[in-house]
Nanobody
């Protein structure tokens, strides 16, 4: 299995930047696709970004395209989410997740139901 721990959240002003990181344990990290999801107060969990096991394919929600960038470092077993131009509506708890890479599709990469392992989450608050 994979154990995931997120970090890097905090209070940021609108227009600011933030980098979230997810550290994974286990020697099978490179065999998993990785995703970021978020849940805002009063809303359901939503897809943010995902990356395949090799890092060559990325997926983004329409609401974050051009502002959020996902990357992974398989040598260090980490996946990051670099965020630019933060908006108040980005405020949420951000979760890192892992799924088996086999038989991945555009739809399954975006679906929380296809992810087997989840981190505890890190709070991102965008406010003046």
């Amino acid at each position: 299995q994979v154990h995931l721990v997120e970090s890097g959240g905090g209070l940021v002003q609108p227009g600011g930047s933030l980098r979230l990181s997810c550290a994974a344990s286990g020697r099978t990290f490179s065999t998993y696709s990785m995703g970021w999801f978020r849940q805002a107060p009063g809303k359901e969990r939503e897809f943010v970004a995902a990356i395949n096991r090799g890092g060559g394919s990325t997926y983004y929600a329409d609401s974050v395209k051009g502002r959020f960038f996902i990357a992974r470092d398989n040598a260090r077993s980490t996946v990051s989410l670099q965020i630019y131009n933060l908006k108040p509506e980005d405020t949420a708890v951000y979760y890192c997740a892992a799924r088996p890479a086999a038989l991945g599709t555009n739809a399954t990469m975006r679906s929380p139901e296809s992810y087997d392992y989840w981190g505890q989450g890190t709070q991102v608050t965008v406010s003046t």
